[in-house]
Structure formats: C-alpha cells, structure tokens
C-alpha cells in the first residue's frame, strides 16, 4: 500500500512539473486576440557609471542621509541595442527620485531614441541581484529543513505564481470576469498545491473543500460589502492608473476588489483548512470511538486558537500594508467621520475583514467536512 502511495504522488508531482512549462508557453495562445498596447517608447537597460563629472549635491534637511541636487554623469550601457555604448546624462535627485551615482555602480538607464541619437537618463538602483538572491535563499533553506515536502512547498508556490501570472491575468486582460475567473484560479492551485502537499487522502480532500468554501464566503462577502460602501476596483491600490489601461482593453474593474479578497486570504485559509483537517483526522486516528459530535466539537475547539492568531495576521499584513496612511491621517490629524469614509481606508478594512471572516468560516467548514468523511467513510483511493 506504502509503494502505491509513494508511486502516485510521484507521478502527480513529475505531472505537475512538466505542466508548468506548458502553462508559460500557452499562455501567449490565450491572449493572441488582445491587442497590446505600447504606453513607452523607451527601454530600460543596465549601466555602469563610469564618472562623476560634476556633482551639486546638498544634504536634506528632513531625511537623514538623503542627498538632493544634480549630478553629470557619463555611463556605460551593459545591455541591450546600445550594449557598450558610453553617454552624458544628468542625475535629478529630489525626495520622490533619488539615486544617488557613485563610480562603478550599476544603475537601470531609460533610453529613449529621438532624432539625434540615444536620450539617456537615470532610473533607478539595480535591485534585481538582491531580489533573486533572497529568493534563491527562500527556496535553499525550504529544501533544507523541509527536505521532501520542502520541495512540494517550493513546487507549489511556483505553480501558484505561474497560474496568477500567466492564467489570471490574461483571463482579466481578456475581458473574463474577475470574479468568476479569481473562483477557477483559485480552486485549481488550492487542489494542486493541497495534492501536493498532504498527499491523496480524504484529509486532503476535507481541507481542500473548506479553503474553496472559506475563500469563496470571504469573496462573496467583500463584494456585497463593496457595494453597500459604494467601493469598486477604483479604490483598491493603483484602480485609477488601471482605469486608464482598462480603456484599451477589456477589463471588468468592479470585479477587482472580489478577486484581490480570494488571492491575499487564499494562503492564510489553506493554513486553517489543513490544520484542522490533520488535527481532526489525528484525533480519529487515535481513538477511532469519538462520535462525530466529540470529533466536531474538539475541531471547533482547536479552530478557536488558529483563528484567532491567523485573523490577527491577516488584518496586521493590510495594516503593515497602509502604514503610511495611518501616519499621514494621524499626521493631518483628520477626524474619525473624515478617515472612516475615505474609500481607500473603506476598501483595506473590507479586505481585512472579509478574510478574516472566511478564515473564521474556514474551521466549521473543514470540520464539518472531515467529520462527514470520516463517519461516512468516503473512501479516496490510494
């Protein structure tokens, strides 16, 4: 039974594998009907800076540390069309825009071409090196101290980010709706990654039908939330910018706010389901004689501890989140009836909430189901 087991998780995994990559290379197949548009007419290459020709640079007054002015520089193109190519550019520093060049940094350039040759100016610090390094890390120390289900834990998270990427956002993009879709994407990374990790079992399964139920309530909940606020994809972050895209393309704003409750409480929910579901079908294990009333009333018990500090987290991550916010209200000193109402703040305690709620709906869910399961011996072949 152990060698069947181990057989068909490793062919669920090698399938899961050899998906991904037929995933990335169909995704253009999805949204070949959609007409892309161009907002710049520049590209963006990496650079060395070669020389500070001349630097008029001050101390800011506010911000420690912080340097604003202008600085001349000559710098050399790493990459791309004008790969070795060595141009002047002049670096505006300012509160909002500050890179501040030294010899032999390496800088992001923005090059636009006119009619006398290359424009170049400065866009920004490299920060790609430290990005893939802290990820390299992240994914070195799950295969470390997860070992085999540190590899499923690495595997599925980089089949969530390609079905997001590649799946959700083309059906968006393409004019599917935001709500429907979000329900789709999210249903099909929570059975993967649950596959993945617990394995074919009705405890898998139990936890895979509460995380579905518990995000989909949290959806549901925000959208009516939404309405009754008068709060619609405009007011979540960057909703306005979005509007000016949506022009040219075809996507459904108002569903937006739906389908970012479903992705940011996906992660904390499975967490719930799965945690439940194991201590519930560990209970049984152990004494196979609990009633399924004992069995859901000491699930419903364990939920009461997870929920709690997972709710926290949830709430504290969109709080972390509005941090600047929060001081700039405090800050101008605005009254409770101004802050309460304002639709960004309207929209993050939505969000929080929500979630928070299909987090709390997420332990009777599970329980239920894996008491059901377990009483009525729904046998998930292995």
């Known amino acids: 039974m152990k060698y069947i087991w181990n057989k068909k998780t490793l062919i669920f995994t090698i399938l899961v594998i050899l998906a991904m990559p037929l995933i990335i290379l169909s995704s253009p197949l999805m949204n070949k009907n959609i007409v892309k548009q161009h907002y710049y007419n520049q590209k963006f290459e990496k650079a060395l800076v070669t020389k500070i020709i001349e630097s008029n640079l001050q101390k800011d007054h506010v911000i420690p540390n912080l340097e604003i002015g202008t600085q001349k520089l000559k710098v050399k193109i790493l990459t791309g069309k004008y790969k070795g190519g060595i141009y002047e ?39 790609s090196n430290v990005i893939y390094f802290l990820i390299g890390l992240f994914f070195i120390l799950m295969l470390i101290f997860g070992g085999i289900n540190g590899f499923k ?94 022009q040219d393309y075809n996507i459904q704003v108002k569903g937006l706010l739906f389908s970012a409750i479903l992705i940011a409480s996906l992660g904390a929910v499975m967490d719930v389901a799965m ?73 993050q305690i939505i969000q929080s909430i929500s979630g928070s709620i299909g987090i709390i709906l997420t332990v009777p869910f599970t329980a239920a189901f894996s008491v059901f399961l377990i009483k009525n011996e729904v046998v998930v072949k292995k």
């Open 89 to 127: 550019t002049t670096n505006l520093l300012s509160r909002a825009h500050n890179v501040l060049a030294k010899e032999n940094l390496k800088i992001v350039v923005g090059i636009r071409e006119t009619d006398d040759g290359p424009n170049v100016w400065v866009y920004n610090h490299v920060r």
């Open 153 to 246: 834990a690495v595997l599925s998270l980089i089949f969530t980010g390609i079905m997001l990427i590649f799946v959700l956002v083309p059906m968006i993009f393409m004019g599917k709706n935001p709500m429907l879709s979000s329900i789709l994407i999210v249903s099909i990374i929570c059975v993967i990654s649950f596959l993945l990790i617990g394995g074919f079992d009705k405890k898998t399964l139990a936890a895979i039908i509460g995380t579905i139920a518990g995000v989909v309530v949290a959806g549901i909940i925000s959208y009516i939330s939404g309405n009754l606020a008068y709060v619609t994809g405009l007011n979540v972050e960057k909703g306005v910018q979005l509007v000016y895209i949506a």
């Open 275 to 347: 945690s439940i579901a194991s201590s519930i079908f560990e209970l049984h294990r152990v004494n196979e004689n609990l009633s399924a009333y004992e069995l859901l009333k000491s699930g419903l018990n364990i939920g009461k501890d997870i929920m709690g500090t997972m709710s926290n987290t949830l709430i504290l991550a969109f709080a972390g989140s509005s941090l600047a916010l929060i001081l700039l209200i405090w800050g101008y000193q605005m009254e409770f009836t101004q802050m309460i109402n304002m639709p960004f703040i309207a929209v």
